[in-house]
């Protein structure tokens, strides 16, 4: 079965520090995707990226960058330079073919990033 | 409006209440999907309608009922809950739901809900 695991629970930085969020999944099938969201405390999830299993490249959008491992089934997230304003929950996601039907995502279970001035 | 929207942002019910949430998203979106987020179990789907129909359903108490007019609105009809419903509910949109894997959901803002 599907799953995904965030053992970091909750972050704390001071302001300017570089942050790396860890995400693990498990799949049984070679065709999935993973995704990162972010939650502020307005409560939205805010969409950040997607990434297919046969896309390895790490990606990197200004301060983030994720680093896609298939060897070690990992897609971390790092914030370079972080600042206030990323003081959030983020949350990984799986979607593969095992699911019931289609398009659902396996959550984990979030990171609580608090960043500090 | 763009995006997901959802109303009403915070809600505050008796157990006897009737009451109704609403989701619209303005993406031309084909699937939209109901989410309970509560301190105990952080995201969890509730319903998937796919085309207006209903696609999945885990195992949601009767006491919440969905609804889905037609693609662009949902709904999330409350009656005689109880306080462990009190939670954040989330709304989302994607393209397609049975299309395939690894759709992008976009989510709205939330409501948060209590129940007295």
């Known amino acids: 079965a599907q799953k995904v695991t965030q053992a970091q629970t909750e972050i704390s930085v001071v302001e300017k520090e570089d942050v790396t969020l860890d995400c693990v999944y498990e799949t049984r099938d070679t065709t999935y995707y993973l995704f990162w969201y972010k939650q502020p405390p307005s409560g939205e999830l805010v969409f950040l990226i997607r990434r297919n299993s046969f896309d390895e490249q790490n990606e990197i959008s200004g301060r983030y960058s994720w680093n896609f491992q298939k060897s070690t089934s990992s897609f971390n997230f790092t914030i370079t330079a972080s600042q206030v304003v990323d003081s959030a929950v983020y949350f990984c996601a799986l979607s593969d073919e095992n699911n019931n039907a289609g398009n659902m995502l396996t959550f984990g279970g979030g990171t609580r990033l608090m960043v500090k001035p | 409006e763009t995006g997901v929207t959802q109303t009403p942002r915070h809600l505050v019910m008796g157990m006897t209440n009737k009451k109704s949430l609403k989701c619209e998203q303005h993406?031309?979106?084909?699937?939209m999907y109901w989410y309970k987020q509560s301190a105990k179990k952080p995201l969890e789907l509730m319903f998937v309608?796919?085309?207006?129909?209903?696609?999945e359903n885990n195992s949601v108490p009767s006491r919440f009922s969905p609804e889905c007019p037609n693609s662009s609105h949902l709904f999330l009809h409350l009656h005689t809950l109880q306080p462990e419903d009190s939670a954040l509910y989330l709304c989302?949109?994607?393209?397609?739901?049975?299309?395939?894997?690894?759709?992008?959901?976009?989510f709205g803002p939330g409501t948060r809900l209590t129940v007295l």
């Open positions: 309608y796919s085309l207006e129909e209903r696609v």
């Open positions: 989302a949109s994607s393209q397609e739901m049975l299309a395939g894997v690894g759709d992008t959901q976009y």
């Open positions: 993406l031309g979106h084909n699937a």
